[in-house]
């Protein structure tokens, strides 16, 4: 009996602990983003906007930063050389400034090339390389998604839009979180990985939305990290993975969308002369003869993946990508002289479509409900810890 109560009072201590360390707070994860990627910047002015840094030098403490103080660091052969306005500090191959706090704020501004300053959270890491240097910004992973968010775009949309959108943002920063490994930081600034432009100051409810959603990405059945593509507007039917980018992914099927359809990128045209036209189909190898004698109207009732005429056909993607045009989803009408592209949709049309997400959200949908309507057979879930 007595045995039997210790297993019982063993098995509540263990709740217990359980039940605690599911409800600790989760610690800020950093993540180093490469800003001002693949510009050969050699001289910068760095100034602290929000809380005090301390400066390191090889890592050495050299001095304090405080607001408003101006610090010009020049690169010459991975030689930093850093000075305030009186004096020169010192020289390094490696210059930190590391906030006192969790809400600090900098500027940078490039000065060779000269580039328009950035504001950005937490803390900055030059290194000097042989004819540049290396532009690190460390911060909270959050604050990141939020600066991501704001730079896409998608001003004064509903707060579950942005929790939907935080939610992609987060889940390719944690799948990508090596991309730049062998370059010393994480994700660069640019659309290669995502755009971030700085500190999100422009709308709160980003950040709100950023917060509300913390840590959580969405992962396959297995729990595995998902690819999470958007585009601007579908045109009504999203594109399937292997179509887009001949890569079959489960969780990206074509998707009936009625939410965009009335969007502002819901349908485009783009007018081309019919010579034109023949000229492009004739280096695609369709024989110019039959070409001129051939009904060249073309007008698919959903998203297919070819134009033909006879024998010959054409990726209506690549047709996209040469002509440049808004989507690979599109009718030709044909006039006397002239090729009118009637068009559905704006971007890749694969994943998510923000302007179908934009209207679901003001409908009354959640973030949940759309990720799901965009997404299928998918979880949402806290960063797995093994990355
Ligand atoms: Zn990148
Ligand atoms: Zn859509």
């Given at each position: 009996m007595r045995y039997v109560s210790a297993t019982l009072a063993i098995r509540f201590l263990l709740m217990l602990l359980l039940a605690f360390f599911a409800s600790c707070p989760i610690q800020a994860r950093d993540i180093k983003i490469g800003l001002f990627f693949n510009r050969k910047i050699?001289?910068?002015v760095f100034t602290p906007v929000g809380g005090e840094y301390i400066i390191y030098g090889d890592y050495r403490q050299v001095g304090v930063a405080r607001k408003g103080f101006i610090y010009h660091i020049d690169n010459s052969g991975g030689v930093l050389t850093?000075?305030?306005?009186?004096?020169?500090?010192?020289?390094f191959s490696r210059i930190e400034f590391k906030g006192i706090s969790r809400s600090n704020i900098f500027s940078i501004r490039p000065v060779i090339p000269s580039l328009p300053p950035r504001e950005s959270d937490d803390n900055l890491l030059l290194q000097g390389e042989a004819d540049f240097m290396r532009i690190i910004n460390i911060l909270d992973l959050e604050k990141y998604i939020a600066g991501t968010i704001e730079t896409e775009g998608g001003s004064n949309a509903h707060p579950e839009y942005y929790k939907a959108q935080a939610i992609l943002a987060r889940t390719f920063a944690v799948k990508n979180f090596y991309r730049h490994g062998s370059e010393g930081f994480n994700l660069c600034d640019t659309e290669h990985?995502?755009?971030y432009k700085g500190k999100s100051r422009m709308n709160p409810e980003i950040h709100a939305a950023v917060m509300a959603t913390k840590e959580l990405v969405m992962c396959d059945m297995n729990g595995h990290l998902v690819n999470t593509p958007y585009h601007s507007n579908c045109g009504g039917m999203t594109s399937d993975a292997f179509q887009a980018w001949k890569q079959p992914l489960p969780h990206l099927q074509p998707v009936i969308d009625q939410f965009c359809r009335n969007s502002k990128n819901a349908k485009w045209e783009s007018m081309l002369s019919r010579d034109e036209w023949i000229a492009y189909l004739?280096?695609?190898?369709?024989?110019?003869?039959?070409l001129m004698q051939a009904d060249l109207s073309f007008s698919p009732a959903s998203r297919e993946k070819y134009y033909r005429i006879g024998e010959h056909q054409v990726e209506l993607t690549e047709v996209r990508r040469d002509l440049k045009l808004k989507s690979a989803w599109?009718?030709?009408?044909?006039?006397a002289d002239k090729i009118r592209f009637q068009g559905k949709g704006y971007g890749h049309g694969v994943g998510m479509c923000q302007e179908g997400a934009m209207e679901m959200a003001r409908k009354g949908y959640v973030y949940v409900?759309?990720?799901?309507?965009?997404?299928?057979?998918?979880?949402?879930?806290?960063?797995?810890?093994?990355?």
């Open positions: 050699t001289t910068v850093i000075q305030d306005t009186l004096n020169v500090i010192g020289s990985c995502q755009a004739t280096g695609k190898g369709f024989k110019k003869d039959r599109f009718s030709i009408v044909t006039g409900d759309i990720l799901h309507f965009y997404f299928r057979n998918i979880k949402i879930e806290s960063i797995p810890e093994r990355r």
